[in-house]
């Protein structure tokens, strides 16, 4: 059975900076697509970053390129989204994801992704 868990989130002020990581406990880790989505209030679950099994393939939302990355750690079965610049619009609950079908060419679409975490809170504030 597949287990991810979310952790990092937390209150930060415009600007400021985080580091999410999600822990997986899942064999060969490093064959699957990782995938950072968030979603607020009242909103749809969004596409936020995507990387690759090997990690030499990343994918990023529009709305957050040049200001977060996402990267991987297959030797800990941990992948992370470190984000700067934060801005109030960012403020949601953040999941990682994982595509159990997918080793490589990351996929922004959340219906390709077979598992799930619980979710970490991240809230911006101005």
């Known amino acids: 059975q597949v287990q991810l868990v979310e952790s990092g989130g937390g209150l930060v002020q415009a600007g400021g900076s985080l580091r999410l990581s999600c822990a997986a406990s899942?064999?060969?880790?490093?064959?699957?697509?990782m995938g950072w989505f968030r979603q607020a209030p009242g909103k749809e679950r969004e596409f936020v970053a995507a990387i690759g099994g090997s990690g030499g393939t990343t994918y990023y939302a529009d709305s957050v390129k040049g200001r977060f990355t996402i990267s991987r750690d297959n030797a800990k079965d941990t992948v992370y989204l470190q984000m700067n610049s934060l801005k109030p619009e960012d403020t949601a609950v953040y999941y990682c994801?994982?595509?159990?079908?997918?080793?490589?060419?990351?996929?922004?679409?959340?219906?390709?992704?077979?598992?799930w975490g619980q979710g970490t809170q991240v809230t911006v504030s101005s």
């Open positions: 899942v064999r060969t880790f490093r064959t699957y697509v």
């Open positions: 994801a994982l595509d159990f079908h997918r080793s490589w060419n990351p996929s922004g679409m959340k219906y390709d992704y077979d598992y």
